[in-house]
């Protein structure tokens, strides 16, 4: 009996320190007298997400409720880690730009030995990210989107073609599915080199495990915490985040398309050509002479698989908003429509690769889709090292810290966007953007790690709005949900249901 008191005395003390530790933990910023709502002690200050709110909302509410704290930054708690929460441009500026090399890792999850789709370039750290990098950037230089141009325009008149074909029975398409079949397709072809066939013919099996790849991890909420807040132990014991179903879908679809391409000596000038290419050592030194060491065969499928998980999804939903947008938006739509038509008048009625870049109005009306919807709401770093804010002392970024940029709170400030509720593609003219410090547009990111596949997404949301727009007139109707709902369980910003239009023929 005494032994067992004894016992649980101990406990007691135990749970009573630890209560303690955990308490202290969660006052950081309160001690310090730097501004910080209470957290939740699960999910620190982003409580209600997947539940009660989306990922955005909670980014964009904590913004602006300390819009106007005095320091560069706020605390904040991403899940159980100390995080400061970037309120200040020019600090913005500094951890991106000017003083990247103390900001170098995002501080996301990998595990390459016992989950080797978690090795993509996203989640690299250090010196191993910025060999990928250095890489993969090849691939994705205006003279790589020139040649994969043709495999992605094929794919936008089949868009076209089953956008007719629906018109045949029914007026009102739900054009987010469409645009996630198209893009599916595109990243199927250009990452993996198969003719996925989303569009044609329904085929959803690629669209349905990259959507699972995205919105499922092994063990849900309580995994996804454990992993971004105590990554090295997580490392320690082997931890997975990648679903065994997903992974053994990709890694067998990469293992095919290599070893078809090998063995019968096939090349389409696309993404998996260069993957190929430097698993064999083709490819032997990068723009500073370095040596290249060959892939292996995981961080193959790694690339490839992060290709197609950020590529297929981030441009679906920007082509499927500016969509609902410019259906609301009738003299916009019109715009954008005029100035294609009078390019393609130029070109003989092909859209080419050169199109694209007199498509001014156009991207114009990306961006702006890209502001109103930031596909990422945060931009994430961690510190890799002590940081004093220039000029504010008491502002110490501490070593092992994650830094939380909130793109999507700085894109709806009316200080930099004037009436940022309002879908207004003119806040990207060429005189706006120059008055404008390029580090308010952070659709893609900025700096060393901005989105390295900038180029392509845009190609390809591009081609498929520029054919649609020259083929159907988009409007609202009965079904059109204004405002949209957004889904609460994605990090990526995306509508929780369709987006259903009107959508008319243009003979």
């Known amino acids: 009996m005494i032994a067992l008191t004894i016992l649980l005395s101990i406990l007691l003390v135990l749970l009573v320190y630890i209560g303690h530790l955990i308490q202290r933990h969660f006052n950081y910023w309160h001690n310090l007298g730097i501004p ?36 560069p930054f706020v605390g904040f708690y991403w899940m159980y880690k100390k995080a400061v929460f970037v309120m200040d441009p020019a600090l913005i500026k500094q951890i991106l730009i000017k003083d990247f090399h103390k900001f170098t890792d995002r501080g996301f999850y990998s595990n390459e030995e016992d989950d080797p789709l978690s090795g993509q ?3 690299l750290s250090g010196n191993k990210w910025r060999n990928m990098r250095n890489k993969l950037s090849p691939a994705f230089t205006s003279g790589r989107m020139k040649a994969m141009f043709p495999l992605v325009i094929k794919l936008g008149y089949d868009l076209v ?7 045949a029975n029914n007026s009102i398409v739900e054009v987010r599915d469409l645009a996630a079949c198209f893009t599916t397709d595109v ?24 959507h699972k790849a995205l919105s499922e991890q092994r063990f849900g909420n309580l995994g996804f915490v454990v992993r971004f807040s105590f990554p090295d132990l997580c490392r320690r014991l082997h931890f997975k985040e ?23 000596n096939i090349r389409r000038n696309d993404f998996m050509d260069m993957l190929i290419d430097l698993k064999n050592n083709k490819l032997i030194k990068d723009e500073s002479g370095d040596e290249f060491i060959n892939l292996t065969f ?14 297929y999804e981030t441009s679906s939903t920007t082509m499927s908003f500016a969509l609902y947008e410019l259906a609301q938006n009738i003299d916009i739509q019109q715009k954008a429509r005029e100035e294609l038509c009078k390019i393609l008048a130029s070109h003989d009625d ?66 930099y966007f004037p009436q940022p509720n309002v879908f207004n593609p003119d806040h990207f003219t060429a005189e706006k953007v120059a008055e404008r410090d390029s ?61 259903y239009l009107k959508v008319e023929r243009i003979e």
Request: charged letters at 25%; hydrophobic letters at 40%; one cysteine or more.
């Open 36 to 71: 910080c709502e209470p957290p939740n002690w699960f999910l620190g200050n982003l409580d209600g997400f997947t539940t009660t709110r989306s990922f955005d909302q909670i980014i964009r509410e904590y913004y602006v409720k300390f819009l106007n704290s005095p320091g």
């Open 242 to 264: 990648t679903l065994p179903e997903v992974e053994e879908y990709f890694m067998r679809i990469v293992k095919e398309t290599v070893d078809y391409r090998e063995q019968n």
């Open 121 to 123: 370039l996203i989640n």
């Open 161 to 167: 073609k089953v956008v007719g074909e629906r018109l």
């Open 439 to 499: 580090v308010l547009n952070l659709s893609f990111g900025d700096g060393p790690r901005n989105c390295i596949g900038m180029r392509f997404g845009k190609m390809q949301a591009m081609i498929g709005l520029a054919l649609l727009l020259k083929h159907f007139r988009f409007t609202t109707c009965s079904e059109t949900q204004i405002p949209l709902t957004l889904d609460k369980k994605s990090v990526i910003v995306a509508p929780e249901r369709g987006i």
């Open 298 to 311: 995981g961080q193959i499928a790694a690339q490839a698989f992060v290709f197609f998980v950020a590529g």
């Open 350 to 415: 092909i859209l080419d690769y050169e199109c694209l870049k007199e498509m001014v109005y156009l991207d114009q009306v990306i961006q702006e889709t890209l502001r109103l919807y930031t596909t990422i709401p945060t931009i994430n770093r961690l510190a890799s090292e002590d940081y004093v804010v220039a000029d504010n002392p008491k502002y110490v970024i501490k070593e092992g810290m994650a830094i939380v940029i909130p793109a999507a709170g700085i894109h709806r400030d009316e200080r």
């Open 187 to 210: 990243i199927g072809t250009c990452a993996f080199g198969l003719d996925m066939n989303c569009i044609l013919t329904g085929d959803k099996e690629f669209l349905k495990m990259g």
